[in-house]
């Protein structure tokens, strides 16, 4: 039985280094020895791109959780899609680089994403909704029809899980709160369960999650269509400020992002339906690389003279509106530490 977990979330539309807040976490030593024995992803496929930092090398991953380059046990849960392809290719450059691929499991329950998805996928919703072309909506589709492939049926059995866990767990959240299937804007979401209570598929239950870290940015960026981010946005000179300090492109796509001020009531909302004990605001230097300390909030743009006159509001506005939150952290590193 597992003793306690962890759980990464996003707290906006994906993109918000999550990457970094796990990978970072998942370092932590107590005594000398590594605190988490697990890392796993719950939700989502190859759609996720979160950019991981070892020292001064880079990983680009859309599938396998960051555990594996700490040598954890990294474990891909039973409401995640996989392609094969895609996979066996993450684990190649993960043993190239030197790394234990071994550590990487796939629940045996874990749906497959065909070719036949992905082309699906191209044809008729990536133009439409503008997704990541990697035949999630198809794939969870034919999960929730009952006639999907699982796992456990075409993959070689070394790479399945054996469902055994134990000790501290760290989940890895893909995506974000807006993009949550139930809590976003359908049809402009994702097709998985964002949110921390569907980490539960994995096989614990809810009283042995302990932290769960919600990650942001000081600013908001989508990728994908959305109606609450027009493309008239990409024109904005100030916000295309930001969105080239900030190298708004996407992991997965390359697509350039939509980029906003922060709208602080969405954030609000989605810290107090994450639960979100420690919330982590990533990217503040960029605001300081462009000057610009602006955000959306009761439907009034605020402007600020200096970041931490920002800061300093923001999170005053967190303490107050979120019983949940105990740490509120600012983050200025670059995106990659
Ligand atoms: P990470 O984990 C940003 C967006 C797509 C599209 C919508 C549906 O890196 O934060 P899908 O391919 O899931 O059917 O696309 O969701 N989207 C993401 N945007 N980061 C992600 O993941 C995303 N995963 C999906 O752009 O609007
Ligand atoms: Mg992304």
């Known amino acids: 039985m597992v003793d306690k977990v962890d759980i990464v979330v996003g707290l906006a539309w994906g993109d918000e280094a999550k990457g970094k807040v796990a990978n970072q976490l998942a370092s932590r030593r107590v005594g000398g020895k590594r605190y988490y024995d697990f890392v796993a992803r719950w939700n989502g496929g190859s759609n996720a791109g979160h950019t991981i930092y070892i020292g001064e090398d880079c990983y680009k991953t859309h599938i396998i959780p960051c555990g594996v380059f700490h040598g954890i046990k990294s474990i891909i849960g039973p409401n995640c899609v996989l392609h094969p392809e895609s996979f066996y290719k993450e684990l190649d450059m993960i043993s190239n680089a030197g790394f234990d691929a071994s550590l990487v499991k796939v629940s045996p329950n874990t749906h497959i994403v065909t070719d036949h998805h992905i082309d699906e996928d191209?044809?008729?919703?990536?133009?439409?909704?503008?997704?990541?072309s990697r035949g999630i909506a198809p794939a969870y589709s034919a999960k929730a029809a009952r006639t999907?492939?699982?796992a456990k049926d075409v993959l070689e059995y070394d790479h399945i899980w054996d469902g055994n866990i134990y000790g501290n767990m760290l989940c890895e959240g893909a995506q974000g709160i807006w993009l949550d299937i139930n809590k976003g804007i359908y049809p402009y979401v994702t097709s998985s369960e964002t949110l921390p209570y569907s980490a539960c598929s994995i096989?614990?239950?809810?009283?042995v999650i302990d932290r769960i870290y919600g990650a942001a940015k000081i600013y908001d960026t989508r990728s994908g269509e959305d109606p609450l981010f027009p493309s008239s946005l990409l024109n904005d000179p100030l916000l295309s400020l930001v969105a080239d300090a900030g190298q708004e492109f996407g992991v997965t796509t390359g697509r350039k992002r939509k980029v906003n001020w922060l709208d602080l009531n969405r954030l609000i909302d989605?810290?107090?339906?994450?639960?979100?004990?420690?919330?982590?605001?990533?990217?503040?230097?960029i605001l300081q690389d462009v000057e610009q300390y602006r955000l959306f909030y009761n439907d009034e743009t605020l402007n600020f003279s200096s970041i931490t006159d920002m800061t300093i509001f923001v999170e005053e506005r967190i303490r107050t509106m979120c019983k949940f939150v105990s740490t509120v952290t600012f983050s200025y590193s670059p995106l990659f530490v």
């Open 203 to 207: 096989g614990f239950p809810t009283q």
């Open 148 to 150: 999907g492939l699982l």
């Open 270 to 285: 989605a810290i107090n339906v994450s639960g979100s004990t420690d919330v982590i605001i990533n990217k503040c230097d």
């Open 122 to 132: 191209k044809r008729t919703l990536s133009k439409k909704l503008g997704t990541t």
